[in-house]
């Protein structure tokens, strides 16, 4: 899980598997971002959401969210060798000022 | 439709020299923000600005650091004197206010100060 004083984690899968990223925040938040950074790149979003809904898909993606207890998951099905990235959950109060997480850096062995 | 550019790409520096960091954003987009990456760490939000006004600088290390937007498009980021410290990379994302919640981020200039 990811936040905290935590330095960037390492989690290593099969392609093909399942995996999920989990996030816990401390602040009041509106909406969780879920980015992917690339190396040698900026980060980009890939899945955004709302403190009004408790899941979100897109393709492969889900996430979740549980405002009660803070938290908010990303899970990948079917991983493939292109997921390779770090992965960060940002909470926000509106459209802007992120906080970002320390990051999960996914490894998808083929 | 050109995403957000940052130059230049890489920077290396002795302590005590000065360097300058330019961003052009997303045509159109209105707000402008500034992040440091340390190395295996998540972007920190450094200051953002909304056309030419500094929205928020809190976070900007006032003595060393400097940013303007003068004409609420380019932008540039500025260290003075720098540290060991500054080492990291320094991402430019930009955003439309009146749109989604979503930051485009650029590149990034990985600063390297011995």
């Known amino acids: 899980s990811q936040w905290g004083e935590e330095n960037l984690q390492a989690l290593s899968i099969q392609e093909g598997e399942d995996v999920t990223m989990n996030c816990s925040y401390k602040?009041?938040?509106?909406?969780v971002h879920w980015y992917r950074q690339d190396s040698g790149r900026g980060p980009a979003l890939i899945i955004l959401?709302?403190?009004?809904?408790r899941e979100k898909r897109s393709g492969r993606l889900r996430a979740t969210l549980d405002t009660s207890s803070q938290s908010s998951s990303l899970s990948i099905t079917a991983a493939q060798c292109e997921d390779t990235a770090v992965y960060f959950c940002?909470?926000?109060?509106?459209?802007?000022?992120?906080?970002f997480g320390k990051g999960t850096q996914l490894i998808i062995q083929p | 439709e050109a995403g957000v550019t940052q130059s230049p790409r890489y920077a290396v520096l002795q302590e005590g020299q000065a360097v300058s960091f330019w961003c052009d954003p997303i045509?159109?987009?209105?707000?402008l923000y500034w992040y440091q990456q340390p190395r295996d760490q998540g972007p920190q939000l450094l200051v953002y600005?909304?056309?030419?006004?500094?929205?928020?600088n809190s976070q900007l290390p006032s003595d060393r650091f400097s940013a303007v937007r003068p004409k609420g498009t380019n932008s540039t980021l500025k260290i003075q004197s720098a540290k060991q410290g500054d080492t990291a990379t320094y991402l430019c994302?930009?955003?439309?206010?009146?749109?989604?919640?979503?930051?485009?981020f650029g590149p990034g200039t990985r600063l390297t100060v011995l």
């Open positions: 600005f909304r056309d030419e006004a500094v929205i928020d």
């Open positions: 045509s159109g987009h209105d707000t």
């Open positions: 959401i709302r403190s009004n809904e």
């Open positions: 602040t009041y938040t509106t909406v």
């Open positions: 940002a909470t926000s109060e509106g459209a802007d000022r992120l906080t």
């Open positions: 994302a930009s955003s439309f206010s009146g749109g989604s919640y979503e930051q485009y």
